[in-house]
């Protein structure tokens, strides 16, 4: 991928250099995540790309892939379980019906509205699309070797205290 951007590391140095005042070491840390969220936002990006879906398609067939059963959540219980934001989820699940990816079938327990269901080519889908998606994360996450799973579990603690808030 392009870097048209600089390297935190020129921004660092810069800080320190012309504006020491301006960060401390948490305002690296949150500057360095910030660059992060943005190289996996366009390496998936690319990803599903490869797969004719935008990312919030994709986040629509990945949460209702994760619940059990038939697969299928109120727009209300699925956007509570996604874990980006979709604005524009209307628009989002009448596209991906139109591609088949979901069906809208009535709600039982609630007339007025429909539910969304993952059909077969949904979850076919999603499934190669994961597949590609952890062998490219997983590229970029090799040179951290055996300090991953640390890692890992460091930020899910911490962001879990954050979350408690």
Excluded at 44 to 64: H, K
Excluded at 91 to 103: F, G, P
Excluded at 135 to 154: D, I, K, T, V, Y
Aim: aromatic residues 6%.
């Amino acid at each position: 991928m392009a870097r048209a951007r600089a390297a935190l590391s020129e921004l660092k140095d810069n800080w320190q250099n012309h504006w020491p005042q301006a960060c401390d070491k948490a305002g690296e840390l949150v500057a360095a995540l910030y660059r992060l969220q943005e190289y996996f936002a366009e390496l998936d990006g690319a990803v599903f790309a490869r797969f004719s879906l935008q990312p919030a398609e994709f986040e629509v067939l990945a949460t209702l892939r994760s619940v059990g059963g038939e697969h299928c959540l109120s727009p209300t219980e699925l956007y509570r379980l996604m874990l980006v934001s979709s604005g524009g989820m209307t628009k989002i699940l009448l596209r991906m019906e139109d591609k088949a990816l979901i069906s809208r079938p009535a709600n039982p327990d609630d007339g007025r509205s429909k539910r969304v269901k993952l059909t077969d080519k949904g979850l076919a889908l999603v499934e190669s699309c994961n597949q590609a998606l952890l062998a490219a994360e997983a590229q970029s996450c090799a040179g951290l070797g055996g300090h991953l799973p640390a890692l890992s579990r460091q930020l899910q603690d911490w962001l879990g205290k954050l979350e408690k808030r």
